[in-house]
Each structure stands twice: as C-alpha cells, then as structure tokens.
C-alpha cells in the first residue's frame, strides 16, 4: 500500500528512495516500528513535491480536523476548499486557504474548482435523519461521485474517500448500501490512487449537535480497547491515517483501510514519541 505513482522526475527519485523504506500491505498489527520511523522522512518528501490539495466537506467533524492537520504538517504547497459556503477561520495559519463555493445541484458549473489538485479528501456526507432517504442518497451518493468525476477531469492524481464499516453496495441498509455504491461507482473513474477508509463509529466532540451521539461516544469510552477499537475510531486518528497514507508511495491503484488499519496507520506516530 506503500509506493508511489510518479508523475516527474523528482517524484520518481523520491519514490526511489523512500519506497523501499516503508512497503506495507496495511493490515492490523502490522506497521513496524522501521516503517514508523520512516514517516518524518517521506513527510519531508511529500513537501519537496508542492502538491496542490482539495478537501470537500470542511465543515464537518472530520474536515475540519483534516484540514487543521494539513495546515500544522505543512504538507501542501495550496490548500483548497470546495463547499457550499465560505467558512471563517480566526487563525492566522489559515490565513492561506483557498475556498471555491460550489452549487453542488449545479456542478458542473464549478468544474474550474475542481482542476489543478494532486491530491483530493473527500469528507462530504449527511445523515437520513438529517436530510430524509432522498437527500442522504444526493448527498453521499451523487454529489461525492460528481464531485470526483470533476476532480478526474481536472487532473486529480490521489482520490481519498471517507466511507464507512461495513460499506456494501448489496447491503438491505441504505446506509451501507449508499456507501458501498460509491465506493464502486468512484472506483470505476480510475484514479492514479485510490484509497478508501472504512471507519467505525466516529468518535468525537462534534460541533453540530446529533441527539444520542454523547451517549453512543460515552458506551465506547467504557468498553475494553480491544472491543472499542474494532468498532469506534477517534476522528484525529482517522484523519492521522490518511495523511500518513498520502505521503507513503503505493503502487496499488486502490487501497482500502478499515477500521483496525486505521487505528494502526493513525497511531504510528505515537511509538516515536519518548
């Protein structure tokens, strides 16, 4: 899952070098502490190649985080948001961030938002109870998968999509069901690089309010850790995984973590702390 896709003379000397250093087929467990030590070294990598980058779904839980950790790495020459509104950030690091406010019923109109990324997260989604059956499946159905048809045109190279735990497209749960379906339908589209992450439940202190979701958070903070991490995931983790598999090269034109993947690729870094 580990090796790169190299589009100019640089990236393929850095490939080179650092793809020998950190070649792992993720499965739980299975980062070693070598792999570990080598994530500095591919993040200074990662830099020297002033990538481009856009995030959908910046207003979320794990958007917004995404998008703080990407600023605090510096990983990325432009950052980029593409939503339906401008956000407002007090911060003096975000200071840099491009926003392109999208008409996602209109896309097609906004193609130009979507040309010029290396690298794309895709964090966008809603809930059936929020926004009903028929709105859900616009929103994580078609706007994700019209979204990524227009970051291909436009020259995206790495496409990340946030999905779910038990993501199925056969699935009788609409849910799983919607999730599954993109998961293949954006697939089909031909990325360079396509890594997909199936988390658990997510666990985090939410700006939107979600009745039941402090209770749900509270159950999990009271389970042994083996059992919670099977089924639950810290958002900073989940965003943690993601950046630590963009910067690793990867020879696989699709890559799929699940939960335990996650949690394992998330929490490298901590065995590198004294």
Known sequence: MFQAWPDNKMESKINEETSLKLKVDIKPGLISMAETEALPKLREDFRMQNKSVFILGASGETGRVLLK???????FSKVTLIGRRKLTFDE???????????????????????????????????????????????????????????????????????????ADKSSNFLYMQVKGEVEARVEELQFERYSVFRPGFLLCDRQESRPGEWLVRKFFGSLPESWARWHSVPVATVVRAML??????SGKKKELLDNNAIHDLGKADDSLKP
């Open 69 to 75: 950790e990407i600023l605090e790495q510096n990983l």
């Open 92 to 166: 003096e690091a975000y200071k840099n961030v491009n926003q392109e406010v999208v008409d996602f019923e209109k896309l097609d109109d906004y193609a130009s938002a979507f040309q010029g990324h290396d690298v794309g997260f895709c964090c966008l989604g809603t809930t059936r109870k929020k926004a009903g059956a028929e709105g859900f499946v616009r929103v994580d159905r078609d706007y994700v998968l019209k979204s990524a048809e227009l970051a291909k045109a436009g020259g995206c190279k790495h496409f990340n999509l946030l999905s779910s735990k038990g």
């Open 244 to 249: 630590n598999n963009a910067v690793n090269p």
